[in-house]
């Protein structure tokens, strides 16, 4: 049974992050204080043309790492997710998304603590934009092959869940449609 949530908010509105804090009683009588976080929605996109896929190589501080992942971020408001992830990958790659593309998967990373729907939408291809790259990505857009994403999730070189469950949803469903 969920008690009365403590919340807290960060000092921005705008970025959508909550901690609540709720008073648990599990169903064995046990009785604990459980925080859940909300972040807002999250849309990823997966381009993919000439059997490459758009990913972005870059440093990513709260990991301490460099490493490869589809461009993707936060879903404005009542945005579909689907026009975030066209919109992130053209602020972030310099290449928009041709097309309507279509939602591939859509998943709860870490649905025993944090609430934050991440959708995965794929495109069979992209044309360059002509929007200004976002000067807060680190990341360098490259084309890579769709054959090594395997072998990157294997060795471990590709960062975050929208990236690593879209591309390898991508490669588990056989779709050849580039």
């Given at each position: 049974?969920?008690?009365?949530?403590?919340?807290?908010?960060?000092?921005?509105?705008?970025?959508?992050?909550r901690?609540?804090?709720?008073?648990?009683t599990?169903?064995?009588?046990?009785?604990?204080?459980?925080?859940?976080?909300?972040?807002?929605?999250?849309g990823v996109?997966?381009?993919?043309?000439?059997?490459?896929?758009?990913?972005?190589?870059?440093?990513?501080?709260?990991?301490?790492?460099?490493?490869?992942e589809?461009?993707?971020?936060?879903?404005d408001?009542?945005?579909?997710?689907g026009?975030?992830?066209?919109?992130?990958?053209?602020?972030?790659?310099?290449?928009?998304?041709?097309?309507?593309?279509?939602?591939?998967?859509?998943?709860?990373?870490?649905?025993g603590?944090?609430?934050?729907?991440?959708?995965?939408?794929?495109?069979?291809?992209?044309?360059?934009?002509?929007e200004?790259?976002?000067?807060?990505?680190?990341?360098?857009?490259?084309?890579?092959?769709?054959?090594?994403?395997?072998?990157?999730?294997?060795?471990?070189?590709?960062?975050?869940?929208?990236?690593?469950?879209?591309?390898?949803?991508?490669v588990?469903?056989?779709?050849?449609?580039?």
């Amino acid at each position: 049974m969920w008690g009365a949530p403590l919340t807290v908010t960060t000092d921005d509105d705008d970025a959508g992050i909550r901690v609540d804090l709720h008073d648990v009683t599990a169903p064995e009588g046990d009785r604990f204080d459980y925080p859940v976080v909300h972040l807002p929605s999250v849309g990823v996109a997966l381009v993919v043309r000439d059997a490459q896929v758009l990913m972005l190589r870059t440093y990513r501080y709260p990991v301490g790492r460099y490493g490869w992942e589809l461009p993707g971020g936060g879903v404005d408001g009542a945005e579909d997710p689907g026009v975030a992830a066209a919109r992130e990958a053209a602020e972030e790659t310099g290449w928009r998304p041709v097309g309507p593309g279509r939602e591939l998967i859509a998943f709860d990373p870490l649905p025993g603590g944090v609430v934050s729907r991440v959708h995965v939408h794929l495109w069979t291809d992209a044309e360059p934009s002509d929007e200004p790259l976002d000067r807060h990505e680190p990341g360098r857009a490259r084309w890579v092959p769709v054959d090594d994403v395997v072998r990157l999730a294997a060795a471990g070189e590709l960062l975050g869940s929208g990236t690593l469950v879209g591309l390898l949803q991508y490669v588990a469903e056989g779709t050849r449609d580039y």
